[in-house]
Antibody, heavy 120, light 111 residues
Framework: QAQLVESGGGVVQPGGSLRLSCAASGFTFSSYGMHWVRQAPGKGLEWVAFIRYDRSNKYYADSVKGRFTVSRDNSRNTLYLQMNSLRAEDTAVYYC?????????????WGQGTMVTVSS | QSALTQPASVSGSPGQSITISCTGTSSDVGGYNYVSWYQQHPGKAPKLMIYDVSNRPSGVSNRFSGSKSGNTASLTISGLQAEDEADYYCSSYTNSNTFGVFGGGTKLTVL
């Protein structure tokens, strides 16, 4: 059964950095595009980043472009999100999600999420 | 402001049917048959309920169905059950350089 498990969340000061990880199991990780999606407390879903199955292309929401970097290690079945220059508005639960067909528009499987709090 | 427009809330009684709308533009909902719907219970991760407008993933109840007309997609839940009470989000492919365009979410209350 496909499963995603995020880790790496925590409390960080404004301007700080954090690296999230997402461990995948139960499917051929190297064959699917992967996303990061976040949800601020009491708010809706916001797409953050997408990386194609072969790392050929990466895409970012305007709100994180230039500050966040998505990467993956297909040999370790792991997705990453490096977050730099963090702001209070980045406070959210961060989910990783498997794309349905590498089209980049359908989030088939979700992790349980990891909370990131940016506060002094 | 979300790219896709959903009603903030809908409600229905057990056994009834409800429909949640998701309105976009010809650049997203209206231009492609790539609309998906997600259910999210409080404190839980979202769950894919419908993809490609009207397809149900394995394991999703056939009480959930999707459709589209022009720039508006719809999620219909028939035979409402207490467990259906949750937030529902739509998403669509878009021809912009942005992926995962979401609606603002709809809170479904089962009376």
């Amino acid at each position: 059964q496909a499963q995603l498990v995020e880790s790496g969340g925590g409390v960080v000061q404004p301007g700080g950095s954090l690296r999230l990880s997402c461990a995948a199991s139960g499917f051929t990780f190297s064959s699917y595009g992967m996303h990061w999606v976040r949800q601020a407390p009491g708010k809706g879903l916001e797409w953050v980043a997408f990386i194609r199955y072969d790392r050929s292309n990466k895409y970012y929401a305007d709100s994180v472009k230039g500050r966040f970097t998505v990467s993956r290690d297909n040999s370790r079945n792991t997705l990453y999100l490096q977050m730099n220059s963090l702001r209070a508005e980045d406070t959210a639960v961060y989910y990783c999600a498997k794309d349905l067909k590498d089209r980049g528009d359908t989030f088939e499987i979700w992790g349980q999420g990891t909370m990131v709090t940016v506060s002094s | 402001q979300s790219a896709l427009t959903q009603p903030a809330s809908v409600s229905g009684s057990p056994g009834q049917s409800i429909t949640i709308s998701c309105t976009g533009t010809s650049s997203d909902v209206g231009g492609y048959n790539y609309v998906s719907w997600y259910q999210q219970h409080p404190g839980k991760a979202p769950k894919l309920m419908i993809y490609d407008v009207s397809n149900r993933p394995s394991g999703v109840s056939n009480r959930f169905s999707g459709s589209k007309s022009g720039n508006t997609a719809s999620l219909t839940i028939s035979g409402l059950q207490a467990e259906d009470e949750a937030d529902y989000y739509c998403s669509s492919y878009t021809n912009s350089n942005t992926f995962g365009v979401f609606g603002g979410g709809t809170k479904l209350t089962v009376l």
